[in-house]
C-alpha cells in the first residue's frame, strides 16, 4: 500500500483568535460540545484522548482514555493508580493529552499538572459506572501480567458470586486524575496545510499567542 498517496485535504473555516475566551477551558469546553454534536456515530468517542505520561527515568508512554469531566481548572479522567500510568505520574505528577476530531479538522493539545481527585469524586463516579464495569475495574489490575483470559474471567464471576448483588466498594486503588493544564493548543486544519495554531499559556494569567503551523 502506498501511505504517501494517502492526503486528505482541511477545508475548514480558520478560527479567529479575537473572538476568543480569556480561559482555554472555556474555549476547549465550546470545542467539546461542538464534536460531541457533530460526531458521526457511536462508534466515534469525542472524549477520548491520548494520555501522555513520563516516569522520572525519563521513560515514554501513552495511551488512550476518556475525559469525564472538565471542571475550572482542568480536566479529569478515571484509571487505576497502580497502573504504568499510575505508577509515572505517581513518580512523575505530569501529563499531556492530544485530542483529535477528524471530522472537524480539529486537535486540541494541553501539558500540565495532576494530581488525584478526591476519594468522594471517585467513589461517585465509580458507582454511576455499569455495574460490569464495576466489576471489571475491581478485578483488574491494570497492566500486571495475567496468565489467561481465564484467570481473569474466574476472578470476575468469583467476585459476582462473592457480592451477590451487594453494592461494589470503590477499589483502593482505583478513581480519577485531575488534569490542570499551564498551556494549551487549538489546532484548525487549513487548506494547503496553512494551519491555525492558538497557544494559551499560563504564568500569572493566561496569554494567547499564534504559532506558525
Ligand atoms: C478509546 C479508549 C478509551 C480508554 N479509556 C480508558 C480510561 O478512561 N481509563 C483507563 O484506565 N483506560 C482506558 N483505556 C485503556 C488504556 O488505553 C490503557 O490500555 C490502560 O489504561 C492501561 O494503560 P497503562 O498500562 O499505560 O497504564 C482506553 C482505551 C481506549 C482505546
Redesign the pocket.
Given at each position: 500500500m502506498d501511505f504517501q498517496a494517502i492526503r486528505k485535504e482541511y477545508e475548514n473555516k480558520g478560527i479567529d483568535e479575537s473572538e476568543f475566551p480569556c480561559h482555554p477551558l472555556s474555549l476547549f469546553r465550546d470545542w467539546l460540545e461542538l464534536a460531541v454534536n457533530k460526531c458521526p456515530g457511536r462508534w466515534f468517542?469525542p472524549n477520548?484522548m491520548a494520555l501522555a505520561?513520563a516516569g522520572s527515568d525519563g521513560d515514554v508512554?501513552n495511551?488512550?482514555?476518556?475525559l469525564?469531566d472538565i471542571q475550572d481548572h482542568g480536566i479529569s479522567?478515571?484509571?487505576?493508580y497502580d497502573?504504568?500510568?499510575?505508577r509515572q505520574l505517581r513518580s512523575n505528577p505530569r501529563a499531556a493529552v492530544v485530542f483529535h476530531w477528524p471530522y472537524l479538522g480539529r486537535q486540541v493539545r494541553m501539558v500540565g499538572t495532576v494530581e488525584k481527585t478526591s476519594r468522594e469524586v471517585s467513589d461517585e463516579y465509580f458507582h454511576t459506572r455499569p455495574r460490569g464495569s464495576q466489576l471489571s475495574a475491581a478485578v483488574s489490575e491494570?497492566?500486571r501480567e495475567v496468565a489467561s483470559r481465564k484467570e481473569l474471567d474466574f476472578a470476575k464471576a468469583q467476585l459476582v458470586e462473592k457480592l451477590n448483588g451487594q453494592t461494589i466498594p470503590l477499589p483502593e486503588n482505583w478513581g480519577g486524575y485531575l488534569l490542570s493544564p499551564g498551556q494549551v493548543e487549538f489546532w484548525q486544519g487549513r487548506l494547503d496545510r496553512l494551519h491555525d495554531r492558538i497557544v494559551y499559556r499560563l504564568d500569572d494569567q493566561w496569554t494567547r499567542v499564534r504559532l506558525s503551523p
Amino acid at each position: 500500500m502506498d501511505f504517501q498517496a494517502i492526503r486528505k485535504e482541511y477545508e475548514n473555516k480558520g478560527i479567529d483568535e479575537s473572538e476568543f475566551p480569556c480561559h482555554p477551558l472555556s474555549l476547549f469546553r465550546d470545542w467539546l460540545e461542538l464534536a460531541v454534536n457533530k460526531c458521526p456515530g457511536r462508534w466515534f468517542e469525542p472524549n477520548a484522548m491520548a494520555l501522555a505520561t513520563a516516569g522520572s527515568d525519563g521513560d515514554v508512554s501513552n495511551r488512550m482514555v476518556l475525559l469525564k469531566d472538565i471542571q475550572d481548572h482542568g480536566i479529569s479522567f478515571f484509571t487505576n493508580y497502580d497502573s504504568a500510568k499510575g505508577r509515572q505520574l505517581r513518580s512523575n505528577p505530569r501529563a499531556a493529552v492530544v485530542f483529535h476530531w477528524p471530522y472537524l479538522g480539529r486537535q486540541v493539545r494541553m501539558v500540565g499538572t495532576v494530581e488525584k481527585t478526591s476519594r468522594e469524586v471517585s467513589d461517585e463516579y465509580f458507582h454511576t459506572r455499569p455495574r460490569g464495569s464495576q466489576l471489571s475495574a475491581a478485578v483488574s489490575e491494570q497492566s500486571r501480567e495475567v496468565a489467561s483470559r481465564k484467570e481473569l474471567d474466574f476472578a470476575k464471576a468469583q467476585l459476582v458470586e462473592k457480592l451477590n448483588g451487594q453494592t461494589i466498594p470503590l477499589p483502593e486503588n482505583w478513581g480519577g486524575y485531575l488534569l490542570s493544564p499551564g498551556q494549551v493548543e487549538f489546532w484548525q486544519g487549513r487548506l494547503d496545510r496553512l494551519h491555525d495554531r492558538i497557544v494559551y499559556r499560563l504564568d500569572d494569567q493566561w496569554t494567547r499567542v499564534r504559532l506558525s503551523p
